[in-house]
């Protein structure tokens, strides 16, 4: 009689010693989480910037200043982009007076290039979406010293692979360009339309291309941006690249493209 009552007093208290481990690992399932340890994602990404500079001082004096800033920021359903961009050189030379051989030296400014880009995109889905784009520019050495445009288009993914994809928007638009040489404003309507692609290499090195092209009745201009960035970290990386820009109608002493290579300092925002 004692040996039955020991037993059934042990496998209680086994049971008790199970439901009380139980509950102690439901308490600390449901306890609530730290709120300092919660990750909230930004609404900014894809933001960053990038500089370079060259200089060179000797018998001849020259100096190149590039910069670009961009950002991205998503509010539930929109996302809306800025893209600023600024180039400038100049270069110092020495005169000299037929009368008394003396020289003098004079600095004269060689390119310089300012571009706005705004932008917002209503997602319709996954990589669809309607886009609206505002795009202004200023050259001082261009036939079109001061351009603006504003286009509406539609945006879908054309391939998206593991490590490669390619975007694409087109669309209707318009055009506003004053031209240098016949002192006029022309307006017209034009084409749009926008290719980016990037291909992952490596998990620190990437290749991308950019292709803008907007066509009117006087005047077709294409854009293409192809680089490679190398990332050093998290925030730093060094980019290679690339710019080729054709204007088809200029000004007889102008050329109809443009080309510009630079190495730049990337910093990316967290």
């Known amino acids: ?108 400014t060689t390119a310089e290039r300012y571009t706005a880009t705004a932008g917002s995109a209503l997602q319709l889905g996954e990589h669809r979406q309607l886009t609206a784009t505002g795009r202004y520019e200023t050259d001082d050495f261009a036939t079109y010293d001061r351009l603006g445009t504003f286009g509406i288009g539609y945006g879908t993914r054309l391939l998206d692979w593991q490590r490669f994809y390619l975007d694409a928007q087109i669309g209707p638009g318009v055009r506003r360009a004053h031209d240098s040489v016949k002192d006029e404003t022309q307006t017209g309507l034009i084409g749009r339309g926008l290719f980016d692609l990037k291909y992952t290499i490596t998990d620190n090195t990437d290749l991308v291309n950019t292709l803008l092209l907007e066509s009117g009745s006087y005047n077709t201009y294409a854009q293409n941006d192809f680089g490679v960035q190398v990332a050093m970290n998290q925030r730093f990386a060094l980019k290679a690249a690339w710019q080729l820009r054709h204007n088809s109608d200029v000004s007889d002493d102008s050329k109809k493209t443009d080309t510009l290579t630079t190495v730049n300092l990337v910093y990316t925002f967290k």
Do not use: K
Request: with cysteine; aromatic share 6%.
């Open 1 to 108: 009689m004692s040996r039955c009552a020991l037993l059934s007093a042990a496998v209680l208290l086994s049971c008790a010693g199970t439901a009380a481990a139980q509950s102690a690992s439901s308490l600390v399932s449901i306890a609530p989480t730290d709120p300092a340890a919660a990750v909230i994602p930004s609404p900014w990404s894809g933001s960053s910037g990038e500089l370079g500079f060259a200089s060179a001082h000797g018998n001849s004096s020259t100096e190149s200043f590039n910069g670009r800033m961009r950002g991205r920021y998503t509010d539930g359903d929109w996302i809306h982009s800025l893209d600023l961009f600024g180039m400038r050189s100049s270069a110092e030379y020495t005169i000299t007076n037929d009368d008394d051989g003396s020289t003098t030296r004079q600095r004269q």
